[in-house]
């Protein structure tokens, strides 16, 4: 029977060092595989990434359990029967005893006030994700958090236990699935009560605050993304420095730049219709110039957008007794580009040019668009040869 390593994370989520001593250290590819008698690493699991740090002199840079074992992944080898002085990354662990807890307390109210469940939970390196079985509007999740705060603000003691099969069964907690043997139990008063097998903060006041910063329909349900303490102090420095950079560009008040983004968008609306209409003025008059009854139309037009070679493509259609295809790109990129006629069904040619030039594209019988790559004189050519 395998040595189960002592859990020392569960003694005291305080801890920093230990010491312990090696019980086997195994090569697994470029790294190891070290296990000890006991150890102060959690190891990844139930949505909680694992702890980093050192063993002596040793980085340990990822931590799993299996069959009671933990596991510690190094960069270097330790000696079997070595002792170790080992020490956790202190920032690391804590934001993650942040991030839990203050997503124990989201969930807990959720549920209570919602009915909703937690179904879905991921600590990742930019945020807590938290996927409810549920819709959650603004305004509900906006209360959730004013809710959450309050929680914090109380400093309550987060309370570990583990209760016996006969209080367990006369428990109300919260559980992503059925669970049997001893259960660790984890309650923040008057927010949630939940097995749990991660860290936590002692106090609610050690969570510092809670934001959540985005929500999104997932899965017929809801999922939220929270950041806890330092993170989400962080986030908010961020976005402060965005605000006041977008301030200063739009010469407005941090306050005022909402109305100034309207005002910006408004005048690149109009800017854009009047270039439109400039377009489809220059595009008629070049028409007029076409003799009508030419037989095959081919235009290399520089910077123009997919619904200009469109519009000028259909435009020309009116003079021409074959086809017309207008292009706008260069050799080295390739060409966007649109064909059209009145006269026969372009999807067949369309077909041709792309063949001939490495292409793609499609689209109705009267107009297709795509591009295409080749020197231009070459696609000329194929065009104005089309019979």
């Known amino acids: 029977m395998n040595q189960g ?17 090696v019980l086997s250290c195994d090569k697994q590819g470029d790294c190891y595989s070290v296990v000890l008698d006991r150890t102060l690493f959690y190891p990844e699991g139930g949505g909680q990434p694992a702890d980093i740090g050192v063993l002596n002199t040793v980085n340990v840079l990822d931590v799993h359990e299996h069959d009671g074992r933990i596991v510690h992944t190094t960069d270097r080898p330790l000696a079997a029967g070595a002792a170790v002085t080992g020490g956790i990354n202190w920032p690391h662990r804590f934001s993650l005893m942040q ?6 307390i989201v969930s807990g109210i959720v549920h209570r006030l919602f009915g ?9 390196s930019k945020a807590v994700t938290v996927d409810f079985n549920g819709e959650l509007n603004q305004d509900s999740l906006a ?29 109300a907690y919260r559980s992503k699935k059925e669970l049997s043997g001893e259960v660790r139990i984890v309650t923040i008063p008057g927010c949630d009560v939940c097995a749990c097998c991660g860290t936590h903060v002692a106090k609610t006041g050690e969570i510092g ?51 100034a ?29 076409i003799q009508e009854g030419t037989k095959n139309i081919c235009f290399f037009e520089p910077d123009l957008e997919p619904a200009d070679l469109r519009a000028f493509c259909l435009l020309l259609c009116s003079r021409c007794s074959g086809i017309v295809a207008i292009f706008s790109g260069d050799d080295a990129a390739g060409y966007k580009y649109a064909l059209a006629s009145a006269k026969e069904d372009i999807r067949v ?5 792309n063949q001939a030039f490495s292409g ?28």
């Open 99 to 104: 991030q839990h807890s203050g997503e124990h």
């Open 360 to 387: 793609r594209g499609g689209g109705s019988r009267e107009l297709v668009q795509g591009t295409v790559f080749g020197a231009q004189d070459d696609i000329r050519l194929f065009i104005e040869n089309h019979n």
């Open 261 to 289: 983004v309207e005002h910006l968008l408004g005048e690149n609306s109009a800017l854009k219709q009047q270039l439109v209409s400039l377009k489809n003025q220059i595009f008629t008059s070049r028409c007029a110039n």
């Open 5 to 21: 390593t002592e859990k020392l994370y569960y003694k005291n989520t305080y801890l920093r060092t230990f010491t312990a001593k």
């Open 209 to 259: 605050v809670i934001k959540l910063i985005s929500s999104q329909r997932y899965k017929g349900g809801t999922r939220v993304a929270l950041l806890c303490g330092k993170k989400a102090v962080d986030d908010y420095t961020e976005k402060e420095n965005s605000v006041a950079a977008v301030s200063v560009l739009l010469s407005a008040k941090p306050d005022q730049i909402e109305n």
């Open 143 to 171: 209360l959730v958090e004013m809710l959450a705060n309050e929680a914090v603000y109380r400093n309550a003691a987060i309370e570990v236990s583990y209760p016996s099969g006969q209080e367990l069964s006369e428990l």
């Open 116 to 124: 909703l469940d937690n179904v879905g939970f991921h600590m990742g």
């Open 349 to 353: 040619y369309g077909k041709e040019l």
